[in-house]
T-cell receptor, first 116, second 109 residues
Framework: NAGVMQNPRHLVRRRGQEARLRCSPM?????VYWYRQLPEEGLKFMVYLQKENIIDESGMPKERFSAEFPKEGPSILRIQQVVRGDSAAYFCASSLLTGTGNYEQYFGPGTRLTVT | QKEVEQNSGPLSVPEGAIASLNCTYS??????FFWYRQYSGKSPELIMF????GDKEDGRFTAQLNKASQYVSLLIRDSQPSDSATYLC?????????FGKGTRLHILP
């Protein structure tokens, strides 16, 4: 199965701890996107990365949140000093950007973060 | 004005009927349009994409795009109970995709 993989699927953290969410894109895809979804809310764009580069982080909170996509290994979304408001589903998507600029994003199963 | 607008619903449609889901967008420069289906507690699943004006059919699904009116729709023929889900309209803006909040569709058995 060459789909987008995310782990862990569920993550519980106490306030003040760090959360690390991992995403491996679909085979052959080199573009990764992170989204956050609050209950009964839409998907909110957070960050767009290519290998070793952050292309667009306009949706990332200025503090405590960071993302990377190293040359080897999965993309990681890191949340430091988590607060209850960080509780949400975090989805990763990947795409194969075509030369025409048209592309489709495919989503992983998500990580449900609960901050207690 | 929101970038991507959808009626939140719920939209109730009898089984076997046609479900019509609508979406408007604000950026005239958008070129790519997507429909995702999301079941409760699950991740979004891409079901249709359309890049040109007109209709695009795939099985029971038809996507319709009217760039002049900045309007995109999804028709589901012969609706089934398994079609009950939230349908997300998404539109590209530069290098990213912007999602609407989704329309909840309920197919009545």
């Amino acid at each position: 199965n060459a789909g987008v993989m995310q782990n862990p699927r569920h993550l519980v953290r106490r306030r003040g701890q760090e959360a690390r969410l991992r995403c491996s894109p679909m085979k052959g895809h080199s573009h990764v996107y992170w989204y956050r979804q609050l209950p009964e809310e839409g998907l909110k764009f957070m960050v767009y990365l290519q290998k070793e580069n952050i292309i667009d982080e306009s949706g990332m909170p200025k503090e405590r949140f960071s993302a990377e996509f190293p040359k080897e290994g999965p993309s990681i979304l890191r949340i430091q000093q988590v607060v209850r408001g960080d509780s949400a589903a975090y989805f990763c998507a990947s795409s194969l950007l075509t030369g025409t600029g048209n592309y489709e994003q495919y989503f992983g199963p998500g990580t449900r973060l609960t901050v207690t | 004005q929101k970038e991507v607008e959808q009626n939140s619903g719920p939209l109730s449609v009898p089984e076997g009927a046609i479900a019509s889901l609508n979406c408007t967008y604000s950026d005239r420069g958008s070129q790519s349009f997507f429909w995702y289906r999301q079941y409760s507690g699950k991740s979004p699943e891409l079901i249709m994409f359309i890049y040109s004006n007109g209709d695009k059919e795939d099985g029971r699904f038809t996507a319709q795009l009217n760039k002049a009116s900045q309007y995109v729709s999804l028709l589901i023929r012969d609706s089934q109970p398994s079609d009950s889900a939230t349908y997300l309209c998404a539109v590209n803006r530069d290098d990213k995709i912007i999602f609407g909040k989704g329309t909840r569709l309920h197919i009545l058995p």
